[in-house]
């Protein structure tokens, strides 16, 4: 049967070789990132759960500063800002005689400690 004109072309001929180096460095990177530690030998089954690093999620318990003022930000109330500072509702009602609970306002200055 005569050709009639049709032949190979490189990239036709190239096209699975590129698939295939691809696929090899996509499977050295998988490799690199989800392989043995390598600054601790790359054993890792006899660590306790106290020497692994705690996850970053972001849930993690940041430690608290002591700080006198707090600045009121959007949709706090007084129960989070005891929350987020350490600080009993009751002592910041005390430190702040003028505040009013129900009507924080956005950039408000609270005293925290004396």
């Keep these: 049967m005569p050709?009639?004109?049709r032949r190979r072309?490189?990239?036709r001929l190239l096209a699975p070789l590129a698939l295939l180096l691809v696929a090899g460095a996509i499977g050295l990177?998988?490799?690199r990132y989800t392989g043995p530690d390598e600054e601790n030998g790359?054993?890792?089954a006899g660590?306790?759960?106290d020497d692994q690093p705690p996850p970053r999620n972001g849930t993690e318990e940041r430690p608290r500063r002591e700080r006198s003022f707090?600045?009121?930000k959007l949709n706090d109330t007084l129960g989070l800002i005891a929350e987020k500072t350490d600080v009993p509702v009751e002592r910041i009602q005390e430190l702040n005689p003028?505040?009013?609970p129900q009507n924080l306002v956005v950039g408000?200055?609270?005293r925290l400690r004396e």
């Design 29 to 31: 990177v998988v490799q």
């Design 42 to 44: 790359g054993d890792t």
């Design 98 to 100: 003028e505040l009013d």
């Design 3 to 5: 050709d009639h004109g």
């Design 108 to 110: 408000q200055r609270i």
């Design 9 to 11: 072309s490189a990239a």
């Design 70 to 72: 707090y600045r009121v």
């Design 47 to 49: 660590r306790t759960v």
